[in-house]
């Protein structure tokens, strides 16, 4: 038997791509997991989450990652489609793993219409699906790939502070240094194609900068 599990990271993020991420494993390997006190990444520190990273890697059965860019997202928000967004990807993800059963993170209010979602669009029909609310806490392989996507999306942001050379911070709104990033990049072509447009911190920025060179 070989189990699997969904998750995303960067879904509120207004800097930056949504990861979604798939892990599977051989059910004779959960033991070994229960002994590494897996948990929630946003309740892992990011050092222990990068050292659980690695280790998950050597016991997996497959793994499977969906970077999804800004313009992508944007397209999808503006259609109020962010689930439908999430189911499309997290079916791809579903339908790349070794699997018999997976369990995915639902990001809908409602876990079974986002199950039936997933389930109607799988190539793979011998997959069972099961969604459920805070499946990243309550079940250990989600767990795992809720570590994966995360660590994962660290790792993209890094990769755009380099190549930009400048501090994008976490990428979430409520960080002071990304909401500096938004308001000095916003109209820079190398930079804002990591930025979310259709969010609305972002419109706010936006509005406020025109504000500011209306009565300048």
């Not at 033991?31 to 989450?49: F, G, Y």
């Not at 280790?55 to 259609?79: A, G, M, P, Q, W």
Request: glycine share 4%.
């Amino acid at each position: 038997m070989f189990l699997g599990g969904i998750d995303e990271a960067g879904r509120g993020s207004v800097v930056g791509p949504l990861v979604i991420a798939g892990i599977s494993f051989n059910s004779k390997n959960i033991n070994a997991l229960k002994n590494m006190a897996i948990t929630d990444s946003k309740k892992t520190l990011p050092w222990k989450r990068k050292e659980i990273f690695e280790e998950i890697l050597k016991l997996c059965e497959s793994i499977f990652i969906c970077k999804i860019n800004c313009s992508t997202i944007d397209k999808f928000v503006k259609l109020n489609g962010l689930n439908k967004l999430e189911s499309k990807f997290m079916t791809i993800v579903a339908d790349n793993l070794v699997a018999n059963k997976i369990i995915v993170d639902s990001c809908d209010v409602n876990p079974f219409r986002f199950q039936q979602e997933i389930k109607k669009n799988l190539i793979n029909k011998n997959i069972s699906i099961y969604s459920y609310h805070k499946a990243d806490l309550d079940n250990i392989i989600v767990s795992c790939a809720s570590i994966i996507a995360k660590v994962t999306r660290d790792n993209e942001i890094a990769k755009i502070k380099e190549t930009l050379g400048k501090d994008i911070g976490s990428g979430y709104p409520s960080d002071p240094k990304t909401k500096t990033f938004i308001k000095n990049e916003i109209e820079i072509d190398d930079s804002k194609k990591y930025i979310r447009f259709s969010w609305k911190p972002v419109k706010q920025i936006i509005n406020k900068n025109l504000q500011t060179t209306l009565f300048c």
